[in-house]
Nanobody, 126 residues
């Protein structure tokens, strides 16, 4: 059973930045596509970005292009989500999810991911 842990959330002013991390307890994330999702109070969970297990190809939702960046460390232990130019509407719980696959493209829809972390809160407020 893959256990994912998110970290790096917090309170930030509008225009600020945060870097979220996603790791797996006791193992690497090699061979897993990783997706980042978020859910704001009263809203449905939405996709942010994903990174494939092969070639590290990435995909982004239109509303975060140019502001958020997903990446993976060389050791394949951590997947990051860099959040820049944060806005109050970015306030949400951010989740990472994993799918064991050898595909060179990542799945963008949450229903494809069987493993989920508990989330980390990001609050953007002045």
């Amino acid at each position: 059973q893959l256990q994912l842990v998110e970290s790096g959330g917090g309170l930030v002013h509008p225009g600020g930045s945060l870097r979220l991390s996603c790791t797996a307890s006791g193992r690497t994330l090699e061979g897993y596509a990783i997706g980042w999702f978020r859910q704001a109070p009263g809203k449905e969970r939405e996709e942010i970005s994903c990174i494939a297990s092969a070639r590290d190809s990435t995909s982004y939702a239109n509303y975060v292009k140019g502001r958020f960046t997903i990446s993976r460390d060389k050791a394949k232990t951590t997947v990051y989500l860099q959040l820049n130019s944060l806005r109050p509407e970015d306030t949400a719980v951010y989740y990472c999810a994993a799918l064991q696959t050898s595909q060179s493209l990542c799945a963008t829809m949450s229903l494809h991911y069987p493993y989920w972390g508990r989330g980390t809160q990001v609050t953007v407020s002045s």
